[in-house]
Nanobody
C-alpha cells in the first residue's frame, strides 16, 4: 500500500515559480509510473504530467509543456513538479498518484496564481 502526501503549493503572481513535492510511503513506489493531476474549481481532475518508473519518458499536457518539469527520486520515494511561468489557469489543487491512478488520493496542495 502506498500513501501519498503533496506539498509545496502556495499563492503566487503570474510568471512566478513553485516546486511541488509528492512524498510516498510504502514499499512499491519505484515500481509504478507516477503522475501529477490537478483539479480546478468546478472542473474534473485532469492529468498534468507523468513519468515512468525509471524517471524517463516524461509526459505533459499541452498547456504546461515548456513550463513544467516532472522528476522523481525512487530512493527517497519522492516526486517533484517544477512549475515555471505560472498562469492564472494553473490555479488548482494538485495531486500525485500512480498513472493510471491506483492509490488512495492524498490531500493535495493548493496552487493559486493571481495578480
Amino acid at each position: 500500500q502506498v500513501q501519498l502526501v503533496e506539498s509545496g503549493g502556495g499563492s503566487v503572481q503570474p510568471g512566478e515559480s513553485l516546486t511541488l513535492i509528492c512524498a510516498a510511503s510504502g514499499t512499491f513506489f519505484g515500481s509504478f509510473m507516477m503522475a501529477w493531476f490537478r483539479q480546478a474549481p468546478g472542473k474534473e481532475r485532469e492529468f498534468v504530467a507523468g513519468i515512468s518508473w525509471t524517471a524517463g519518458w516524461p509526459l505533459y499536457v499541452d498547456s504546461v509543456k515548456g513550463r513544467f518539469a516532472i522528476s522523481r527520486d525512487n530512493t527517497n520515494k519522492t516526486m517533484s513538479l517544477q512549475m515555471n511561468d505560472l498562469k492564472p489557469e494553473d490555479t488548482a489543487i494538485y495531486y500525485c498518484n500512480a498513472n493510471p491512478p491506483s492509490f488512495e488520493w492524498g490531500p493535495g496542495t493548493q496552487v493559486t496564481v493571481a495578480s
